[in-house]
């Protein structure tokens, strides 16, 4: 079994394993010609279930054959233009090797005796976020697993800026708008908050907080003699892409002595951008800031940070162990990232960006992001210009919220159903991959375009294949009532 192990003696074992797996995916990839099979749960469970873990197949040779036919034949594929549903990105080869050294070295980026220059690296990389988002000289942060756990690891914070004794958790409020991030609400649960905690704040029909009613929120909760926690502004809801009003929404937290948190995981892609980076000024009055690399930098997952103006901050997240950080190291001053983090153990995924930026640069990855806003753009008014659709708002960032309308049906039940058949019968196909949402109630589908690959014409390719599928269920909804 020590053949297995990863050293000195394996080195050329391991060459050729790794060789044949990225043989194997590069073919797989090569032979994509759809996003996804079209395969369903109760085909595919009972091949996985069939297979005896207790007997191994004795080389990885066998198990990447095996793995094709329970896995890879079948996985969802982002890298396909026709992927058109969540917040997933391709990915960037220089992105990808980082992704084999790391996992390869294996380094644990808690203390500086597990990882050495992987701390460095991270630190490095910190610096240069924050540079770009303009948080000043104090600032700090740490990567983090993904947006949730940095949402929840800035309130967290926040809570404890507030200063407020367990007894007087109740009090506190976090305000954010009706179209922020669900983590915001799991956090104020994680952290012991009141089921009133978080307050949710009305949006304009560009779905962007309305800041008017933030401040009424704000004045209210004072004269209640609650405590104003937290404002979380988004730069760049999951559905719309909106981007709330960042300076009007700083100061009426600088009014209230009130931390500012951005959520900024889907938005921070613009901090690379040449010609949007204005979409977001007022980030660099946050207090602290989320940012999702594997979203608009386009890294593998996971890849995120969460970013704050005074890195002193961190502190609330600090407890030491003798066995791994003791008080000593850090007045020794050993940058050890566990006094700055939630996670203990942690991946390299710094190396992920790192060798993206000296492979691409920072100009590489705006480039990317830019088309992707683009083409959201033309999508936009093609929807806009389809009598067979209804668009919700035009985009600032890279996603579209719409619904098939059919002409002769007027009850919104009716469609509801359409729609939903159409995205469930659309994914069956396996031709293209959409997400859905809801819209004051009602079935809405969703592109979220993360591929500079993707052009109009599949845009347009996808939208012909969903009034198919309509079209087809209301077919069959007349015959059956006949």
Request: with cysteine; glycine share 8%; proline share 4%.
């Amino acid at each position: 079994m020590r053949a297995h192990l990863l050293n000195n003696t394996t080195a050329e074992h391991y060459r050729r394993s790794v060789t044949a797996g990225v043989e194997r995916v590069a073919a797989t990839l090569a032979a994509t010609e759809r996003p996804f099979s079209g395969i369903g749960v109760d085909e595919l469970s009972p091949a996985i279930d069939a297979i005896d873990l207790d007997r191994p197949l004795g080389d990885t040779a066998a198990a990447l054959d095996e793995l094709g036919e329970v896995y890879l034949r079948d996985a969802v594929y982002f890298h396909h233009p026709r992927y058109l549903g969540h917040l997933n990105c391709p990915v960037v080869i220089p992105a990808v090797v980082g992704e084999a050294v790391l996992s390869a070295v294996n380094s644990s980026l808690d203390t500086w005796d597990q990882s050495a220059g992987g701390t460095l690296i991270e630190r490095r990389l910190i610096d240069w976020t924050t540079d770009r988002v303009g948080l000043g000289p104090a600032a700090d942060g740490v990567f983090t697993s993904g947006g949730t756990q940095s949402n929840l690891h800035a309130l967290l914070l926040a809570r404890e800026e507030a200063e407020s004794r367990p007894e007087q958790l109740t009090r506190l409020r976090i305000f954010t708008s009706e179209c922020s991030h669900f983590s915001v609400q799991k956090s104020a649960k994680l952290l012991g908050l009141g089921p009133d905690a978080v307050v949710s704040v009305p949006v304009d029909r560009e779905k962007r907080m309305q800041t008017v009613a933030l401040a009424a929120a704000l004045e209210r909760c004072v004269a209640e003699g609650a405590v104003p926690m937290a404002v979380v502004a988004t730069a760049g809801t999951t559905d719309f892409g909106s981007i709330d009003p960042l300076p009007e929404i700083a100061a009426l937290c600088e009014q209230y002595a009130t931390w500012m948190h951005v959520d900024a995981a889907y938005g921070c892609g613009l901090l690379a951008s040449r010609t949007r980076r204005a979409l977001l000024d007022g980030i660099e009055h946050a207090d602290s800031v989320t940012v999702d690399y594997h979203k608009s930098f386009f890294q593998p997952v996971s890849s995120s940070a969460l970013l704050v103006r005074d890195g002193a901050t961190l502190r609330h997240a600090t407890y030491h162990a003798e066995y791994l950080n003791p008080q000593r190291m850090a007045e020794e001053r050993i940058p050890n990232q566990v006094d700055k983090s939630l996670q203990t153990t942690r991946r390299f995924d710094a190396l992920k960006l790192w060798m993206t930026l000296r492979t691409m640069g920072s100009d590489g990855i705006g480039e990317l992001f830019d088309e992707v806003c683009d083409l959201a753009g033309d999508g936009w008014r093609l929807l806009a210009a389809d009598p067979r659709y209804d668009v919700v708002v035009r985009p600032r960032l890279s996603t579209l919220v719409f619904r098939y309308v059919p002409a002769r049906v007027t009850a919104p039940a009716t469609i509801d159903r359409v729609n939903l058949y159409a995205r469930k019968a659309l994914f069956a196909s396996g031709e293209a991959v959409v997400a859905g949402t809801k819209v004051g109630g009602r079935q809405y589908l969703k592109f979220t375009l993360l591929n500079p690959e993707t052009t109009a014409q599949d845009i347009r390719a996808v939208l012909d294949l969903i009034a198919g599928h309509a079209e087809q269920y209301l077919g069959e909804s007349l015959d059956r009532a006949s």
